[in-house]
């Protein structure tokens, strides 16, 4: 039997030196053949993945870990974290009245209608401590979900002057936004009180809130957090960027084994150990704003940033240096398109039928976009997809050119 004597490396795998002198290190960990739920061609690609870019390749680099970015809701998940915590403030009567009623305050982006509605329906629901009182105030409630959910005030106008921009969705920046006057312990309280009791609610449970009913499970997948697991185990760097607030998505990744530290959600800045109804800055934008969050373009801005330490004058931009950019992102909505457009190896898409999202992962330029379905209750696939001819205007790849029309055969 040949001995060969084995070193464990600081990073954690074990590497043998043979006879010949050469270091081999440990096989790679693939996905786990327990966690069903993976189209074979994708479990394929993502196993090859694992093997070429991780610490069992001959040309991994320790101090340039590959970088790995997912989406958090309905991409690791099922549901949102976002709702969830949302619902959970206007249930459990934890959203601050905003100082002196001025509902302006609490986004620069609501309209004129949607303040007088706010100031109306939720003036008489301030507690003395200065908090909303809205499982009593029913229509203060009912107001606040209706313009989160469907952007309209009680009369049904327009709650917001533009609700979403390349970089903003107005709605889910509110709900980071009435976060306000809380610390981040509290709100990390709050979010993992929310998030514990949807993680045992049965799957596709619904409930009534103040005339609205929504969906009051959330699911991890199973496949996902394996997928989570391989590639730390192969020495990638995992991160989690989502348009949901910042603790309740911290709380969540916690769940996958991600730690907060490599965690970037909508961020609050923070006066005087409380939240603040504006954003820390990214890019053009500096901190005190509300016109850019992890959304879109957003999100592309937050990976530059925060991951890869570009110049500020470059994190709108998608990053010219390919190690300066992911190796893999995951994604299920239009609004991620910017971050896997960026990834440098394979774009993994969770079909929810998103029309730019999937013209995309349809079109797969330089095969690199994998299309799994939902791990529970799955969509059917598109058919006919309207990539170039759609009333909105066509869809672009990569390289910033035109998609044909595309179809949708599944699976």
Same mark, same amino acid.
């Given at each position: 039997?040949?001995?060969? /004597? ?5 990073? !954690? ?16 960990? /693939? /996905? ?11 479990? #394929? ?22 970088? @790995? ?5 309905? $991409? ?18 934890? %959203? ?14 609501? $309209? ?14 301030v507690s003395p401590e200065g908090r909303l009182l809205t499982r009593l105030h029913a ?6 979900? !209706? ?13 917001? +002057? ?16 009435? %976060? ?8 990390? #309280? %709050?979010?993992? #009180?929310?998030?514990?009791?949807? %993680? ?21 997948? &199973? ?33 996958? !084994? ?35 969050? $992890? ?24 990053? #010219? ?26 774009? /993994?898409?969770?079909? +929810? ?34 990539? @170039? ?15 044909? &029309? ?6």
């Amino acid at each position: 039997m040949l001995r060969c /004597l084995c070193l464990v490396w600081v990073l !954690g795998f074990t590497a043998c030196s043979g006879p010949s002198g050469r270091v081999r290190a440990d096989p790679p960990r /693939l /996905l786990s053949e327990r966690t069903g739920g993976w189209r074979p061609e994708v479990r #394929e690609r993502l196993d090859a993945l694992l093997t070429a870019q991780g610490r069992s390749s001959p040309s991994y680099n320790p101090r340039r870990r590959p970088v @790995a970015v997912f989406d958090l809701d309905n $991409t690791l998940i099922k549901n949102d974290v976002g709702d969830a915590l949302m619902v959970w403030m206007v249930e459990h009567e934890e %959203l601050h009245a905003p100082p002196s009623g001025d509902w302006r305050r609490t986004s620069s982006h609501l $309209t004129d209608a949607a303040v007088q509605a706010l100031s109306t329906t939720c003036g008489g629901a301030v507690s003395p401590e200065g908090r909303l009182l809205t499982r009593l105030h029913a229509r203060c409630a009912s107001a606040i979900l !209706g313009i989160y959910l469907e952007g309209k005030t009680p009369e049904g106008t327009p709650a917001w +002057r533009q609700a979403t921009t390349a970089t903003l969705n107005a709605s889910y920046a509110w709900a980071a936004q009435l %976060l306000a006057g809380h610390t981040p312990s509290r709100l990390r #309280e %709050l979010a993992s #009180e929310a998030l514990a009791v949807a %993680l045992v609610e049965p799957v596709g449970a619904k409930r009534r809130v103040a005339g609205y009913e929504l969906a009051s499970s959330i699911r991890v997948y &199973d496949a996902q957090r394996d997928l989570i697991e391989a590639m730390q185990a192969n020495g990638f760097e995992v991160w989690v960027v989502s348009a949901s607030p910042q603790p309740a998505v911290e709380v969540m990744a916690a769940q996958l !084994g991600v730690p907060s530290h490599q965690v970037i959600g909508i961020r609050n800045v923070y006066g005087e150990g409380r939240a603040q109804p504006v954003f820390e800055g990214c890019g053009p934008v500096p901190d005190g704003k509300d016109t850019l969050m $992890t959304y879109d373009e957003g999100k592309r801005c937050w990976v530059n940033k925060r991951i890869f330490g570009l110049p500020v004058e470059a994190q709108l931009r998608r990053a #010219e240096d390919p190690a300066s950019r992911p190796v893999f992102a995951a994604g299920d909505s239009d609004t991620d398109v910017s971050m896997l457009q960026d990834a440098v190896g394979l774009k /993994l898409v969770i079909r +929810r039928n998103k029309r730019r999202l999937m013209c995309n992962a349809l079109a797969n330029w330089k095969g690199t976009w994998l299309i799994q379905p939902m791990f529970l209750e799955p969509v059917a696939p598109m058919g006919p997809v309207p990539c @170039a001819s759609h009333s909105e205007g066509p869809v672009l790849d990569e390289q910033g050119q035109r998609i044909p &029309d595309q179809y949708d055969s599944g699976p």
